[in-house]
């Protein structure tokens, strides 16, 4: 079985779940359920329903796999700090660009640049984990992507079609490039793979320790 094809199976089911969640996240938002679970505040204010935190599940799920199927990391505490690395990169670079004063313009492409870099920092620390990752970001993320050009375009009043208080007057497309197809295809990317790996990498760590009684995970393989 060629990677590609190990790789389509792995997220399958995932990738479904994750669809699954964000029609009953629309639902929930255009029938105006509890915002506490469906918020419409732009970015979506933190509402439990929705696929940001099936991230660290699915995170920990894909690295069992991996690791059982004998495609583990080189070293789980090399993977584990080589994804705390990249995600560190994303709060410096919003540090940096607040310190300043950049419009949200100009941030855009910094966020979606750095977001990319850390990424592959967290890819290179466990590789299968981070292309499985990616695939499934890809899968998850795309769908959010369409749905919130729909979502502009028939303004529903969903957080989908909202952006940051500072964004400026654009068109529609412009507007949905800016606020929906680049950060979902680039920070929400980088997310995933990122946060991904850090509880992945986590979780081979503990069952590393589970399998042999000692501190560590012993090479499980080729990454």
Same mark, same amino acid.
């Given at each position: 079985?060629?990677?590609?094809?190990?790789?389509?199976?792995?997220?399958?089911?995932?990738?479904?779940?994750?669809?699954?969640?964000?029609?009953?996240?629309?639902?929930?938002?255009?029938?105006?359920?509890?915002?506490?679970?469906?918020?419409?505040?732009?970015?979506?204010?933190?509402?439990?329903?929705?696929?940001?935190?099936?991230?660290?599940?699915?995170?920990? !799920?894909?690295?069992?796999?991996?690791?059982?199927?004998?495609?583990?990391?080189?070293?789980?505490?090399?993977?584990?700090?080589?994804?705390?690395?990249?995600?560190?990169?994303?709060?410096?670079?919003?540090?940096?660009?607040?310190?300043?004063?950049?419009?949200?313009?100009?941030?855009?492409?910094?966020?979606?640049?750095?977001?990319?870099?850390?990424?592959?920092?967290? !890819?290179?620390?466990?590789?299968?984990?981070?292309?499985?990752?990616?695939? !499934?970001?890809?899968?998850?993320?795309?769908?959010?992507?369409?749905?919130?050009?729909?979502?502009?375009?028939?303004?529903?009043?969903?957080? !989908?079609?909202?952006?940051?208080?500072?964004?400026?007057?654009?068109?529609?497309?412009?507007?949905?490039?800016?606020?929906?197809?680049?950060?979902?295809?680039?920070?929400?990317?980088?997310?995933?793979?990122?946060?991904?790996?850090?509880?992945?990498?986590?979780?081979?760590?503990?069952?590393?320790?589970?399998?042999?009684?000692?501190?560590?995970?012993?090479?499980?393989?080729?990454?």
């Amino acid at each position: 079985m060629n990677d590609t094809v190990r790789t389509g199976r792995l997220i399958l089911v995932p990738a479904l779940i994750t669809l699954a969640v964000t029609a009953l996240r629309l639902v929930g938002e255009l029938m105006h359920w509890s915002p506490r679970f469906f918020s419409r505040e732009a970015g979506g204010a933190g509402a439990i329903v929705g696929i940001v935190w099936l991230v660290p599940i699915f995170g920990v !799920y894909f690295a069992r796999k991996l690791v059982a199927a004998g495609l583990g990391p080189a070293g789980a505490g090399r993977a584990l700090g080589m994804a705390v690395l990249g995600l560190a990169f994303v709060p410096a670079a919003i540090g940096l660009a607040t310190a300043m004063k950049l419009s949200f313009m100009a941030v855009l492409p910094i966020l979606a640049v750095v977001s990319l870099a850390g990424a592959f920092v967290a !890819y290179r620390g466990w590789p299968a984990l981070g292309r499985v990752l990616g695939a !499934y970001g890809l899968a998850a993320r795309i769908p959010v992507a369409l749905l919130m050009a729909v979502a502009m375009m028939a303004n529903w009043g969903t957080h !989908y079609e909202l952006g940051p208080p500072n964004l400026p007057p654009m068109g529609l497309f412009t507007k949905w490039v800016a606020i929906g197809l680049v950060p979902q295809l680039t920070f929400w990317i980088g997310f995933t793979m990122m946060v991904g790996a850090i509880f992945g990498s986590v979780a081979a760590m503990i069952g590393g320790r589970a399998r042999s009684g000692g501190p560590a995970l012993a090479p499980a393989g080729r990454a």
